[in-house]
């Protein structure tokens, strides 16, 4: 089965400081790989995608994630977090391909980020 | 430029009541799934559905929950007789037809069952 491993759980960080959120995955097949993000009272949003190519991929407001497929990982960096950060992140995982993929997305635990002014 | 769009946004039932959340996807996008995130937890797959039909319910609770989405309207997320551990934030997420790979979400329904 399929599952999704978010190694930091609560991170806090001063502003200007640099943030990598670790993600690992559990699954044999090729997959497309998702992080989204949760701002206090908000819906989920796509922060960037990887389904092929290029393994750094960067998405919106500055952050990136490396895909390292010998690892089963895709963490996601930033290199000087603000305040405005301060969210819950979810990495996500599905399947790619095969009669019985249905594209249901596999979280991981989600890592709530606090960046401290 | 709607996005997925969810209602309602809070809920509040007694235990025993029924819950209806309604999803309406992105315009234009035929898949819905529904994901259902407890306190402290990621958000769970329940069930994906194309119009019409049922795909992948392999999520969903055996009893008291179920969904569709008509040809017309929204999908429905309905859960009979509800209990305390059914409070969660239920999400609903739409990507377009033909493969679309990224799933769009909605602002999801706190539901809280006193």
């Known amino acids: 089965a399929q599952s999704v491993s978010q190694h930091n759980h609560h991170v806090i960080l001063s502003e200007a400081a640099s943030l990598e959120l670790g993600c690992n995955y559990s699954?044999?097949?090729?997959?497309?790989l998702f992080w989204y993000v949760q701002y206090p009272g908000q819906h989920l949003q796509l922060l960037l995608k990887?389904?092929?190519?290029?393994?750094l991929v960067k998405g919106i407001k500055g952050f990136e994630a490396e895909f390292i497929k010998s690892k089963f990982s895709f963490n996601l960096r930033k290199p000087s977090v603000q305040w405005s950060d301060t969210a819950e992140y979810f990495c996500a995982v599905v399947a790619s391909g095969g009669s019985g993929n249905t594209g249901k997305l596999i979280f991981g635990q989600g890592t709530t980020l606090q960046v401290k002014p | 430029n709607a996005g997925v769009m969810q209602n309602p946004r809070h809920l509040v039932r007694r235990r025993g009541q029924e819950a209806r959340l309604r999803c309406s996807p992105v315009?234009?996008?035929?898949?819905v799934y529904w994901y259902r995130q407890l306190p402290e937890e990621g958000l769970k797959f329940m069930v994906y559905?194309?119009?019409?039909?049922?795909?992948?319910e392999s999520g969903m609770p055996k009893e008291r929950f179920s969904a569709e989405f008509p040809k017309e309207g929204p999908s429905i997320l309905r859960i009979q007789q509800v209990v305390r551990g059914d409070s969660a934030a239920y999400f609903c997420a739409s990507s377009p037809p033909l493969g679309g790979k990224t799933q769009y979400f909605g602002p999801g329904t706190r539901l809280l069952v006193l």
């Open positions: 559905l194309q119009k019409e039909n049922i795909i992948d």
């Open positions: 699954y044999g097949g090729t997959v497309n």
């Open positions: 990887y389904f092929s190519g290029d393994p």
């Open positions: 315009k234009g996008h035929s898949h």
